[in-house]
């Protein structure tokens, strides 16, 4: 638990364990709710057993060795990917459905089959559970000393809980990630991403903020030159701008988790004296001479805080950017919106939907740079997405007050 946080705000999970109930707090990044039923188990646990029991909502408390966990947990993945004899592919039950009847274009059903998917393959896998004591020590055989990487993602511990292996796993990742850092060639150095805090691993749209042409206004005016950066994250667009000779850039952002990692990086790059992070809603008081934005991608719902870089329900951050823009631009100021196109090959959003909110909110479109994803997901062609990834453009729009 985060230190100050009262226990009465996280659910409880119970089971039954020798012979009288037991309770414990329930701990899920995603918000999932505490599981039903539980029952305990150990190594003497088969897969194909464990597998019934996660797809009938039964949670699984184990009891036995870490490592024979990890490995159940892998056989679990295995039954779910396993392709089940005569099952259509996605794309072909959603071709199937379009052909019959359906009010949906056929990305956007291959879209939202696929979100189901995977979100049912979460849930399966989401079963198998860890008790962890007081400290984040996980009392099981050849457990790993996970207390460093627990803290980071739940902050300070005060009472025992349960949570699932494949979140344990997530937060290890994330560690990892924030002890190696992501290589970003452009500043010459790394950004250490936290958990639920996205990492910058897509580099198309940090050289696209590399490479447009600053406005000119910054240029005449180099020292009393203001950029925001809305939605900052990481840092790493604010420090980019930065780099690029920005005297003053105001990162934004409302996640206290992501301002304490944005500082972090500022400060290990040294540019503190540049760049200034703000916790704010959205825009913070006052006008800039360039207002850089890259909003979630995905008009949909979000089931995880790392998902709420990806998917923005009603594009509700893309309008709020774009509305409030006019207003916090110095005269003969620019706006950069980085939009992927992805959410109009998912059927999601039109592109004169996107034309229609840019010109409603008082602006002009005059000029934008477009660039070709090249992360390894482009390439796989057993992803039900993968016609619309390989489609997929991503753009620096620079927009004017009209």
């Known amino acids: 638990m985060h230190a100050g946080e009262d226990v009465k705000e996280f659910p409880t999970v119970s089971w039954r364990e020798k012979g009288e109930v037991r309770t414990a707090l329930w701990r899920s990044g995603s918000d999932s709710p505490p599981p039903k039923r539980v029952v305990i188990a150990d190594d003497r646990m088969t897969a194909d057993v464990a597998y019934h029991l996660a797809c009938e909502g039964v949670a699984i408390l184990w009891r036995g060795d870490f490592q024979n966990a990890r490995q159940l947990l892998a056989a679990l993945a295995r039954r779910i990917e396993e392709p089940r004899k005569g099952k259509k592919s996605t794309a072909a039950e959603a071709e199937e459905s379009r052909s019959v009847s359906s009010s949906l274009p056929l990305p956007a059903e291959v879209f939202h089959r696929y ?3 995977q979100s049912q393959r979460a849930r399966t896998l989401g079963m198998l559970l860890l008790s962890f004591d007081a400290d984040f020590r996980i009392p099981l055989r050849r457990a790993p000393d996970v207390r460093q990487a627990c803290a980071e993602a739940y902050g300070k511990a005060t009472m ?8 344990l796993l997530g937060i290890i990742g994330a560690h990892e990630w924030r002890v190696k850092g992501v290589e970003v060639p452009l500043l010459g150095a790394r950004i250490h991403p ?10 198309e749209y940090v050289d696209l903020v590399a490479t447009a042409p600053l406005p000119s206004i910054l240029l005449k005016t180099p020292a009393h030159g203001v950029a925001f950066d809305i939605g900052t994250g990481t840092g790493v667009l604010s420090a980019l701008l930065a780099k690029r000779g920005v005297a003053h850039v105001v990162a934004a952002e409302r996640d206290p988790r992501a301002i304490a990692c944005a500082r972090d990086n500022i400060a290990s790059l040294k540019l503190d004296a540049q760049v200034e992070v703000r916790q704010v809603d959205l825009y913070p008081d006052g006008c800039a001479a360039l207002v850089v934005c890259n909003p ?3 008009p949909a719902r979000p089931v995880s805080p790392l998902e709420h870089a990806v998917y923005d329900p009603g594009s ?3 309008r709020g950017f774009l509305n409030g823009l006019a207003a916090h631009l110095e005269p003969g100021g620019e706006g950069w919106l980085l939009l992927s196109d992805l959410a109009e090959h998912f059927g999601l959003r039109t592109r004169s939907e996107l034309l229609a909110l840019i010109d409603a909110a008082g602006l002009i479109v005059f000029d934008r740079i477009e660039t070709r994803p090249h992360h390894p997901r482009v390439a796989d062609v057993s992803d039900p997405l993968h016609a619309a990834r390989q489609a ?3 753009s620096l729009w620079r927009l004017r007050v009209r």
């Open 392 to 394: 997929e453009v991503t």
């Open 296 to 298: 979630p991608w995905v």
């Open 194 to 203: 936290y958990y639920g805090v996205f990492a910058p691993i897509r580099a």
């Open 115 to 117: 979100r189901l998917t």
């Open 160 to 167: 025992p809980f349960i949570a699932s292996l494949r979140e």
């Open 316 to 318: 509700s951050m893309l």
